[in-house]
């Protein structure tokens, strides 16, 4: 069997074509009005990552990296959090954004080049995108010790951490650094693993000689296979691994089986890499259209619901649209501000001295170049 | 073969297959080095030539490229490691820093280190954070390294050559935002030397020493002094960062008495300081003006809608070769 195979152990609620299927570990049973809400949340996460796509087709964006084809992993995980869990994200967890009530609109400011993530993390319990890779395992893993530290486990009121990463960072020395300790401390952390197959261009062949999710054993933690295309599945087990965190009995990595339908980011051109058969027959799977059809079949939606959904996803990319042309560039001086906590004298004679090198330019009535 | 005009990267591109195919030790090693031919396609065909045995798709972990290309150069290879960007070398600082520098002189020569280590660098493209660092300094600050930075395509393929071949462990900067300017690149020219500097642009009235992307702005301005009457600019390609050859900018500086460094990593502390230091040891006589710096600032490189203002640009240069004169 090859590491890309999804195998028996693959974790699964709802089948591709939308059937509810029983596992003997994990359970979930939602309401009618929750079922409703897991497909509305998957509606507007692709909108946004549609639209913020267009923005950078149309130079608003400087790059965008999609989340296409991972709307469930992200939805599923992002809503199995409490609002007192905190996130880390890599740089693709728009909506897990969303889930933690990050304005999507914040989560545009990176890739526009305006800021490096303007959101407060302290606000949402999100934390600002981390572009090297794996980094945020470790941060994650410090975070959860805190939390341990401050009593926050061992009660349903407690706190859990979740660490997102893709399946190239379970080769980055950071990441296998923190499951060490995420696992000697017992640290409250649920490691998630996005496995959309590729690391750029590099297959998960190249990462991996074992299915990613078995590597937990050799750590001293359980790691699980989920369906990633799965919304049902991944809430139940991330809900789960929340909660062992949360109770005190330390970490686990959940790998979500998915795959990234589009490029890596708008720079990539992925056919230099990957064949269109493989694209297609991951189609298939889809993680809103067995959503749309699981509510069909049982007759919980309508056609009112879904154009109500419709419009507030097309209101939604609108909005997200006119705030983008109007975020406005930063004021040249924002280059010097916030690098210390207490400030720097060197520092606040450079931002002046170049204040007046600018107004220079100003009183000569032309642009600097 | 006769002259062709070639792209920066792609002159690294037929730097690298000449090596490969001249030396069955050389390999090539990185993140999506191989099938995708590396992000800014310098390493393109490479792998479908020669195979994925030495043009290899690494596992993603910076520290463990170069580790492992010490452990290869400890076996007679000569491997060419690509960091995907500047930001992303930092996992390996320690194996460069601690391991790789210091090998050849703790074993008393027994060991060498023919390893090159390419990092495209700079900035200027409107990347997000961590693609547009220069982190030059770190590493000329380090005994051990060579360090070197190309600025044009013909310096770009011989430069890539000679840095392979040398038994020494070498740094090899890409200016990223030059990678698409052409120039044509002669592969049976007479190499000028790799550690060597070199004068690019004579003149007369004050020196302008520069490297990698900075290079063409030097060149801009020199160019753009001279058509507005102004002053005759002399501009040195620093070329080699460590060792650093001087002798060619004091010369310079003893005819023209001036001299303005520039880079875009941030002033402090940066190779403009040593630069600086030297000439005024050497040269301070000959001074008419204390020599200047022009870099990025002292703060996290900025978003990238704010490097046209962080960068270092024609005005900024010329700036400074105004305020030589204010002496
Ligand atoms: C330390 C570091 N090295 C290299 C890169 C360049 N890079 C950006 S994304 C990426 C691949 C990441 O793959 P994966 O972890 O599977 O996540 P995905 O992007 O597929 O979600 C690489 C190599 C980086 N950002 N950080």
């Known amino acids: ?369 | 073969m006769p002259a062709e005009t070639l792209t920066l990267a792609k002159a690294l591109n037929t730097g690298l297959r000449t090596a490969l195919e001249r030396d069955p030790k050389v390999l090539v090693m990185g993140e999506d080095v191989g099938k995708l031919g590396g992000v800014f396609r310098v390493t393109d065909g490479l792998q479908k030539d020669f195979g994925e045995d030495r043009v290899i798709d690494t596992p993603l972990g910076e520290s463990a490229i170069i580790g492992t290309a010490i452990g290869l150069a400890l076996r007679g290879y000569r491997p060419v490691c690509e960091i995907q960007f500047d930001g992303f070398v930092y996992p390996a600082y320690d194996q460069i820093v601690s391991q790789l520098a210091k090998m050849h002189y703790r074993s008393q020569g027994r060991l060498r280190m023919p390893i090159v280590v390419r990092i495209p660098f700079g900035g200027g493209i409107g990347a997000v954070e961590h693609h547009s660092e220069s982190p030059e300094a770190y590493f000329a600050h380090t005994a051990g390294l060579k360090v070197v930075a190309c600025s044009n395509p013909a310096d770009a393929h011989w430069m890539i050559r000679q840095a392979i071949a040398s038994d020494d462990p070498i740094v090899f900067l890409e200016p990223k935002r030059r990678y698409w300017e052409k120039a044509p690149v002669d592969p049976d020219a007479e190499p000028y030397p790799l550690f060597a500097s070199r004068v690019l642009r004579e003149g007369t009235d004050c020196t302008v020493v520069a490297y990698g992307p900075m290079v063409r702005t030097a060149l801009d301005a020199a160019t753009a002094s001279a058509n507005e009457g102004g002053r005759s600019l002399e501009v040195v390609d620093l070329r080699s960062l460590s060792p650093l050859d001087l002798g060619p900018v004091f010369a310079s500086v003893r005819k023209t008495g001036r001299l303005v460094v520039v880079h875009e990593a941030p002033g402090n502390l940066g190779l403009g300081s040593e630069v600086a230091a030297r000439v005024q040891e050497e040269c301070f006589y000959s001074l008419e003006s204390p020599v200047l710096r022009v870099g990025g600032f002292d703060t996290p490189y900025p978003p990238a809608r704010l490097e046209e203002e962080y960068l270092p640009d024609l005005d900024r240069l010329l700036d400074a070769v105004d305020r030589t004169y204010a002496y």
């Open chain 1, 1 to 369: 069997m090859s590491v890309a195979d999804p195998g028996p152990e693959l974790i699964q609620l709802l089948t591709p074509e939308g059937e509810r299927v029983d596992h003997p570990d994990y359970s979930l049973e939602l309401t009618d009005g929750e079922y409703r809400d897991l497909y509305r949340d998957l509606v507007l996460v692709r909108r946004i990552d549609l639209e913020a796509t267009a923005l950078q087709r149309q130079g608003e964006l400087g790059i965008w990296a999609s989340l296409l084809g991972q709307e469930a992993a992200q939805i599923g995980s992002g809503r199995a959090m409490a609002p007192q869990d905190m996130a880390f994200p890599t740089y693709r967890e728009h909506a897990v954004g969303y889930c933690k009530g990050v304005d999507p609109l914040k989560m545009l400011g990176l890739f526009r080049g305006v800021d490096q993530g303007s959101w407060d993390p302290r606000e949402s319990n999100f934390h600002l995108y981390t572009i090297v890779i794996g980094a945020q395992c470790l941060h994650a893993t410090g975070y959860a010790m805190g939390i341990q530290k401050d009593g926050k486990v061992g009660g349903d009121d407690g706190e859990a951490v979740i660490a997102y990463f893709g399946d190239g960072a379970t080769s980055q020395g950071d990441v296998n650094e923190a499951f060490i300790w995420a696992s000697v401390f017992e640290a409250p952390v649920v490691f998630f693993c996005q496995n959309n197959q590729y690391a750029i261009s590099e297959p998960l062949e190249r990462q991996t000689r074992v299915p990613l999710y078995r590597r937990a054993a050799g750590f001293g933690f359980p790691g699980v296979r989920v369906d990633g295309n799965d919304v049902l599945a991944t809430l139940a087990v991330t809900r789960a691994a929340l909660d062992r965190a949360r109770q005190g009995e330390g970490p686990t990595l959940v790998e979500a089986y998915t795959y990234r339908m589009g490029a890596h980011t708008t720079s990539d051109d992925p056919t230099r890499y990957r064949i269109a058969s493989e694209v297609e027959a991951w189609k298939l799977k889809d993680p809103i259209e067995r959503v749309r059809s699981f509510l069909h079949k049982q007759q919980l939606v309508d056609e009112a619901f879904l154009a109500e959904v419709e419009a507030e996803a097309d209101a939604l990319a609108a909005r997200l649209r006119a705030g983008c042309l109007a975020m406005p560039d930063p004021a040249p001086s924002a280059i010097f501000d916030h690098v210390y906590a207490d400030g720097s004298p060197e520092l606040d004679a450079q931002r002046e001295s170049f204040a007046r090198y600018l107004s220079r330019f100003e009183e000569a009535g032309t642009d600097a170049r």
